[in-house]
């Protein structure tokens, strides 16, 4: 069993989104209280229109809540001014999309070097260095000159978790990174994901409908109708679960 500090990345209370249409209110999140440890490996598990992209959407920083708080490290991120949280989505928050999100015309060290670049890396020495580092972590070593139609759904994939590392974020959070593709390339993507959130000690919450990712977690997050229903704690431990319901 991976050894956890208790000490807090990411922690929300309270948590409500809602929106309205017409004369109803409906709500993607309804009261949604979670605590994720520094360098824990952490899956929200949920069908579709359980809240789990509107959750993760809170803590990167995308959109607001309704109600409640979210709170990274000690920071309140609900407090952020518009300026504050253009900062916090550049510099701390890594992102990992279902359909990865890079540039067709950039090469893949490009596409990773990206993010270095909205930071403000201007050395351009040092974006492809550290693309090219960055690339041989995820295990596309001699792919960096690439397009992405030169590379499979996976390597794509592979490509997008380079850049949202790259720039070594405080946390980072992936919606559905396996959602579209096959099983066998899709169980390669988590299993890198668990090995860099190992070697990397980066805190990682990946949102997903698809149970076979939770093995790779420390902690399940069961999300239901914007609700936490359950919590798992180390699912593959010795083939047990421990079951709290909330």
Do not use: C
């Not at 991976?2 to 709500?27: C, D």
């Not at 949920?46 to 607001?64: C, E, R, V, Y």
């Not at 928050?93 to 403000?120: D, T």
């Amino acid at each position: 069993m991976k050894l956890l500090t208790k000490e807090i990345a990411v922690k929300t209370k309270g948590l409500i989104r809602s929106f309205e249409f017409g004369e109803s209110e409906v709500y993607a999140l309804n009261g949604v209280d979670l605590e994720v440890y520094k360098g824990e490996f952490v899956v929200v598990l949920g069908p579709s229109g359980a809240g789990k992209t509107t959750l993760l959407n809170m803590i990167g920083g995308i959109d607001l809540p309704s109600e409640g708080e979210v709170f990274v490290g000690e920071e309140n991120i609900t407090n952020y001014t518009t300026n504050e949280m253009n900062t916090f989505r550049r510099n701390e928050v890594g992102w990992v999309f279902q359909f990865f999100n890079i540039v067709a015309s950039l090469r893949a060290w490009e596409n990773v070097g990206l993010a270095l670049e909205f930071q403000g890396v201007k050395d351009k020495h040092e974006v492809r260095r550290r693309s090219f580092e960055e690339l041989k972590k995820v295990g596309l070593e001699g792919k960096e000159y690439r397009f992405p139609s030169q590379l499979s759904g996976g390597e794509q994939q592979r490509v997008a978790i380079a850049r949202a590392l790259v720039k070594n974020p405080k946390i980072l959070v992936a919606d559905e990174p396996t959602g579209n593709l096959d099983f066998v390339t899709g169980q390669s993507i988590a299993e890198l994901l668990r090995e860099l959130n190992e070697k990397e000690k980066t805190t990682l919450i990946v949102v997903s409908h698809d149970i076979s990712i939770t093995q790779y977690a420390d902690r399940v997050f069961h999300l239901r109708m914007g609700k936490i229903e359950k919590i798992e704690e180390n699912p593959t431990d010795n083939g047990t679960k421990k079951v709290r319901v909330e």
